[in-house]
T-cell receptor, first 114, second 116 residues
């Protein structure tokens, strides 16, 4: 049981490049989400999904796309990277979307956009 | 809009000393309240959570937190800090009733340093 895994761990992009951050969980969790963590700002919700085929926007969705074709995977796509997207990205999952459902976080992806 | 304030960016305590990390929230009703810990290079781990009932909540690793409605606070405490507690701690809130989106709002975090 690997929990929540994220790849890559580190990535450097040039402005305008695109890439996909991968997130997978093997706990059969319905709810998955992406956060970004910036110094002095805590974590902010980018997008979330309550099940395969269902996604919705969080607090800071601009510049990011998501899809959820399977229960296990929830990739985050940057279509045209900008320096403002330099951040640490965390994926999280939980059995459901309710308050009694503990969210499990992946180890993070550190992204630098030059 | 709901917000979470952690007034202390850094805190340094001696090993064996007591610890209190502060958290204040701004929301019209009592939200769900959480404390997470992030060790260097790791993801976040849930320490404890408060939904209702007893205002003193026990968590993992010997941590506890007390909800004070009158002060809109949810401070985290530990009676005796261990060197392994050095990490960053995040307070988070979510509205009641919690939306299905499970949208947590996080504070900026407090970095705890433990000196021997």
């Amino acid at each position: 049981n690997a929990g929540v895994t994220q790849t890559p761990k580190f990535q450097v992009l040039k402005t305008g490049q695109s890439m996909t951050l991968q997130c997978a969980q093997d706990m059969n969790h319905e709810y998955m989400s992406w956060y970004r963590q910036d110094p002095g700002m805590g974590l902010r919700l980018i997008h979330y999904s309550v099940g395969a085929g269902i996604t919705d926007q969080g607090e800071v969705p601009n510049g990011y796309n998501v899809s959820r074709s399977t229960t296990e995977d929830f990739p985050l796509r940057l279509l045209s990277a900008a320096p403002s997207q330099t951040s640490v990205y965390f994926c999280a999952s939980s059995y459901g979307g309710g308050p009694s459902d503990t969210q499990y976080f992946g180890p993070g992806t550190r992204l630098t956009v030059l | 809009a709901q917000s979470v304030t952690q007034p202390d960016i850094h805190i340094t305590v001696s090993e064996g000393a007591s610890l209190e990390l502060r958290c204040n929230y701004s929301y019209g009703a009592t939200p769900y309240l959480f404390w997470y810990v992030q060790s260097p290079g790791q993801g976040l781990q849930l320490l404890l959570k408060y939904f209702s009932g007893d205002t003193l909540v026990q968590g993992i690793k010997g941590f506890e937190a007390e909800f004070k409605r009158s002060q809109s606070s949810f401070n985290l405490r530990k009676p005796s800090v261990h060197w392994s507690d050095a990490a960053e701690y995040f307070c988070a809130v979510a509205p009641q009733p919690m939306e299905y989106g499970n949208k947590l709002v996080f504070g900026a975090g407090t970095i705890l340093r433990v000196k021997s």
